[in-house]
């Protein structure tokens, strides 16, 4: 018998379920801790069942909400893995809180580096805007990323030395932390073989000779043309819609070489844009519309 418990919150839901039901309430400070809103419980030994599946989204682009929304409605649970395939920053409001947050759960949710990262790392690393890499990222919106960065150190936006050196701390962690993020990752879900990428790869190379640029930039070159024998792989980078407006900001399946799973709904570019999370143990899809969660 299942019995669901939604928005397990505090203590003291999880207290009385604990005592009307006998279910392990260890388990539920597990959830409680990890920062879970769901879980799926059953009677047997432990009192719970963990679901252990593997999901993955893309291209957050600051929109905090729309992830944490899609964490509910998927009822991610500590046995689940999250890919995050990049691209977090830029655009919405919230890049901060959502580094924050995938630093705090990096025990099951995986970022991989997307051109974004690669932007703003390589503009944190010299501060110079005026350099190649500098323009490019505020073209594609750094400068309002550092300045949402900016208010989590200067309270209520007044200049002190203190915040000033908080935030020059947080900058090169940043650059540490992108630095260490992998270009790609190769996984086996169910017997099949994935690659899950941020942008593409150059398709007259193996995938290990694949340069960090090719990971995070790729277009057309890639998604035109067959990708890695035997294994499909999963990117974001170029919203779907963008590859074939038929998808209507759902995920695209490559219909040529059958290969490859485009999953960036636009949720950043397009008013309709929404957030797709693509569950790898059966390929089924979860979509949240960007309009759903925020306003304006
Ligand atoms: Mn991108």
Redesign the pocket.
């Given at each position: 018998m299942l019995n669901r418990v939604k928005n397990c919150r505090n203590e003291i839901n999880c207290q009385s379920i604990y005592n009307s039901s006998g279910i392990c309430f260890d388990y539920f400070r597990i959830i409680f801790s990890c920062g879970r809103t769901e879980a799926q419980l059953s009677n047997n030994t432990y009192g719970i069942t963990f679901m252990n599946r593997t999901y993955c989204i893309s291209?957050l682009h600051g929109h905090h909400k729309v992830f944490m929304s899609m964490l509910e409605k998927i009822e991610f649970d500590p046995s689940d893995k999250l890919y995050v395939l990049?691209?977090c920053n830029d655009r919405g409001a919230f890049a901060y809180e959502i580094y924050d947050y995938l630093e705090k759960h990096r025990e099951n949710i995986f970022l991989l580096k997307?051109?974004?990262e690669v932007m703003m790392r390589d503009t944190l690393v010299n501060g110079d805007w005026d350099s190649p890499n500098g323009r490019l990222w505020k073209q594609n919106g750094g400068k309002r990323t550092v300045e949402q960065f900016m208010k989590h150190f200067n309270i209520d936006g007044e200049y002190s030395e203190e915040s000033q050196k908080k935030f020059e701390e947080y900058c090169r962690h940043l650059v540490e932390m992108i630095n260490a993020l992998p270009e790609y990752i190769e996984l086996t879900v169910n017997g099949k073989d994935f690659v899950l990428i941020?942008?593409g790869i150059n398709p007259e190379k193996t995938l290990y000779e694949q340069t960090e640029e090719e990971c995070?930039w790729m277009r057309d070159w890639f998604f035109l043309n067959k990708g890695l024998e035997g294994k499909t792989i999963i990117f974001?980078?170029t919203p779907t819609v963008n590859i074939d407006s038929r998808t209507k900001y759902g995920i695209w399946n490559d219909p040529v070489y059958k290969d490859k799973i485009g999953i960036d709904g636009g949720l950043a570019n397009y008013e309709e844009g929404q957030l797709n999370c693509l569950c790898l143990d059966d390929l089924s899809v979860v979509s949240i519309k960007r309009k759903e969660v925020e306003e304006g």
């Open positions: 291209d990049g691209d997307g051109n974004h941020h942008a995070v974001g980078h």
